[in-house]
């Protein structure tokens, strides 16, 4: 049974991970959108607990352990038919399409209703086969529902750094249905040794006595539950937007940061399920834990934001350098272990005490374990949704730490009050959570110290739900307009003045296109693409959309600061329209076309790069030109080589900036031509603003393009949404387009393919 549940978690956080991937295509990726996606999985954890609950004490141990088989056969059968549903339906058809709050939140209800259900409902019906004495119920529960979570720690670990950047989405989703199988037929070879009678309830004379509930009632332990399930995915939450902003947000973040909470939270499940048969009073073991975790929490969080800027740690997780290989990365990872580990493994132990205190009937075990899970689902979805959204917006991530410290503060002095007046442990641990509330920094002495802000610095910084973007000025005397850094998601995505590559995105397009009326831009960065977006008189409008909304009001601050610079113009002229949104679900709304579209350039390690690299976005952009229209591109590895020109059947990547573009007409190309475009006076005023100490655009495309025609062999796409390859770089080799030296480099890769 141990190798059954433990299988269970691991193949459910698989599915976990890439489901929220593909309702994330269908949703969006704003915080919103994923808060609605992860409302839906909590809710059909929920019902499955509620069913479980009021199911499981009905049925006899055999009866129960068939029930989990079910359930563990069920999700198995969903793992292999989801990605139809999900994907091929939700993502691909009606991304777009639906749009209010509630029916995306009721579509992805619907999409994983049946297989939540199912997870939900598998512990009460597994406590409910296990249950044989009350001495050892609350032991044997929390034993399991460790290995479980130890499973998924695992799962978590093994999915975000092997498994799903070797076999794809596709791959990963089988694999957790042979896992769900395997435990479904592990759980049946027991069939034999269970009993076929429901256990009998207590006598009622000994309830009424209060012997069934000697440490509190059920409905006021599913509140403490609640407060525990809060606390400990807001403090989830804040780990992964601090180490993503410490180590730079990638496809390897978020599970590290989860598998590393769970198997310590699991681990210290199944360390207290050997202490609960000797404790006589669960209740000071579950306070001391649980404001022990977070007191020890804010004390790491307090010794990160010490020490990151001294040696050793600011030799590999400096804000100016690249931390997603080797010393940085792994620097990342011991940072975490020693951040997360710790806390979670104290607030783990809360698990297996709870139970000591809840469980004091044979009869009713199933539905004890089903409500207080449902209360601590109901703890995990008002922390997940209520820091996501409502108090990183309205307090930044510092507030939301200030609060949780109010939060521990407020459970221990209601536990004193009642109880345990002259307890020392409690009393300072109490002490130190109201300390905490002091002590912590403030968000803008953390988002500067972690941005190597300087006293000479003047800096641009916002957060809000959808991240942080923070610019350092380093404005040295003699200088005459912001010089230094932009950050966006611990990222140095680009500089000011903009980066030469970025405004020759921006305006290759224009340049080019012989009538560029309509401009569309996916992402702003730094500024320098959609300014350049503007350097054609013949364009009336640039459109440009930004995924993380900081980004915009950290670009009013430095337009307020300059009001002469290229910035501050974009805000002013009703030329540009600089608009907070998912750029790749803003395309799949309405049906206006563009005569250039462009993106950004991002990072193909990014987290989520991999959407705006796809063949299926690229699709998406395709649809969205105008006749003759152009889409451009930074081309930064061969893979997203390969999968442009498969979409575009006229392609050209410029060299040696990697610059590709794609049409569905021939481009109007010519090297000479555009060259002396670039040196009018009037386009080299334009970039000039943007950057003074930069004119060679022609340099930029000097070496001979590599072209594709309709009838050019094509290597096939090799990025896609449900694998992206390039986004898990660790586990495929990422080559850059500098490789490709002449076109009939790729045209040999299509004939060997």
């Not at 609060?403 to 536990?415: F, R, Y």
């Not at 959570?433 to 941005?451: D, I, Q």
Request: proline residues 6%; hydrophobic residues 50%.
């Amino acid at each position: 049974m141990a190798i059954a549940f433990f299988c269970s978690g691991f193949g459910a956080l698989l599915c976990q991970i890439v489901w929220q991937r593909m309702l994330g295509i269908f949703a969006g990726s704003d915080t919103i959108s994923a808060a609605l996606v992860v409302g839906a999985f909590l809710a059909g954890l929920g019902l499955g607990s509620i069913i479980g609950a009021k199911l499981a004490d009905r049925l006899s141990p055999r009866q129960a352990m068939i029930g989990f088989a079910l359930a563990e056969g069920g999700v198995a059968l969903f793992a292999l038919l989801s990605k139809f549903f999900l994907y091929d339906f939700l993502a691909l058809q009606l991304a777009g399409v639906v749009d209010a709050p509630i029916a995306i939140f009721a579509l992805c209800f619907a999409g994983l209703v049946l297989p939540t259900t199912l997870m939900g409902a598998s512990l009460p019906l597994l406590a409910r086969a296990i249950a044989t004495s009350l001495d050892t119920v609350a032991e044997r529960i929390s034993s399991l529902y460790g290995l479980n979570t130890l499973g998924a720690g695992l799962g978590a670990l093994l999915g975000g750094w092997f498994i799903v950047g070797n076999l794809g989405f596709v791959g990963a989703l089988v694999l957790a249905a042979g896992l769900d199988v395997l435990a479904a037929v592990l759980a049946l070879t027991l069939l034999p040794t269970l009993g076929r009678d429901v256990p009998k309830p207590a006598p009622r004379a000994a309830a009424a006595a209060g012997a069934a509930e000697p440490f509190g009632s059920l409905k006021l332990w599913c509140l403490l539950v609640f407060l525990s399930g809060y606390v400990i995915v807001a403090l989830e939450i804040v780990w992964v937007r601090l180490l993503g902003q410490v180590g730079q947000y990638h496809a390897y973040l978020f599970p590290t940061v989860l598998g590393i909470f769970l198997l310590a939270d699991g681990l210290g499940m199944a360390v207290a399920a050997r202490m609960v048969r000797r404790l006589k009073d669960p209740r000071p073991a579950f306070f001391i834990t649980q404001a022990g975790g977070f007191a020890l929490a804010a004390v790491l969080i307090l010794a990160l934001f010490i020490a990151l800027p001294y040696w050793p740690i600011n030799q590999f997780l400096s804000a100016d350098v690249q931390r997603l290989r080797g010393g940085g990365l792994a620097t990342t990872v011991i940072l975490t272990l020693i951040v997360v580990g710790p806390p979670s493994f104290l607030i783990g132990m809360t698990f297996p005490f709870v139970q000591r205190a809840v469980q004091q009937d044979l009869a009713s075990v199933g539905a004890r374990v089903g409500w207080v899970q449902l209360a601590n689902i109901l703890g995990n979805a008002a922390g997940s949704i209520g820091t996501g959204i409502v108090t990183f917006h309205l307090l930044g991530t510092a507030g939301t730490l200030k609060l949780l410290a109010a939060l521990s503060v407020l459970l221990m002095l209601g536990w004193l009050w009642k109880e345990g007046r002259g307890r020392r442990p409690e009393m300072a641990l109490a002490a130190a959570c109201a300390l905490a509330v002091v002590a912590l920094p403030g968000n803008a002495a953390l988002w500067s110290r972690l941005h190597a802000e300087q006293p000479r610095h003047q800096v641009a910084w916002a957060e809000d739900r959808s991240g942080v973007a923070f610019f350092r000025d380093d404005n040295l005397p003699g200088q005459d307009g912001p010089h230094g850094p932009f950050f966006i998601q611990g990222f140095s995505q680009g500089r000011i003045p903009f980066l030469p590559i970025h405004q020759f995105l921006g305006a290759v397009g224009p340049l080019i296109h012989p009538d560029p009326k309509l401009v569309l831009c996916i992402g702003i960065g730094s500024g320098g693409t959609p300014w350049a977006a503007g350097v054609s008189a013949a364009t009336h409008q640039v459109r440009a959309i930004e995924l993380v909304g900081p980004v915009l009001t950290a670009l009013e601050q430095i337009g307020e600061r300059y009001p002469r610079g290229p910035i501050a113009e974009m805000f002013r002229n009703p030329r540009w329209q600089l608009e907070y949104g998912d750029g790749r679900r803003a395309l799949s709304k309405g049906d206006q076309l563009y005569d250039v579209i462009q993106a950004d350039a991002i990072l193909p390690e990014g987290s989520h790069s991999g959407l705006l690299y796809s063949e299926e976005f690229l699709q998406q952009v395709r649809r969205r030109l105008a006749p003759g229209g152009i889409y451009v591109q930074w081309a930064p590895t061969q893979r997203v080589v390969e999968t442009f020109s498969t979409v575009f059947p006229h392609t050209l990547l410029l060299m040696p900036s990697s610059v590709i573009i794609g049409s569905d007409r021939p481009i109007p190309y010519d090297a000479e031509a555009l060259a002396r475009r670039f040196a009018e006076p009037a386009v080299q005023a334009h970039l000039g603003r943007g950057n003074t100490g930069f004119s060679d655009y022609a340099g930029l495309f000097s070496r001979p393009a590599l072209s594709w025609a309709p009838g050019t062999p094509r290597v096939g796409a090799t990025l896609t949404d449900v694998f992206p390859r390039d986004e898990f770089y660790l586990n495929n080799t990422v080559t850059g387009t500098q490789a490709l030296a002449r076109p009939q480099d790729l045209m040999l890769r299509a004939a060997h393919r």
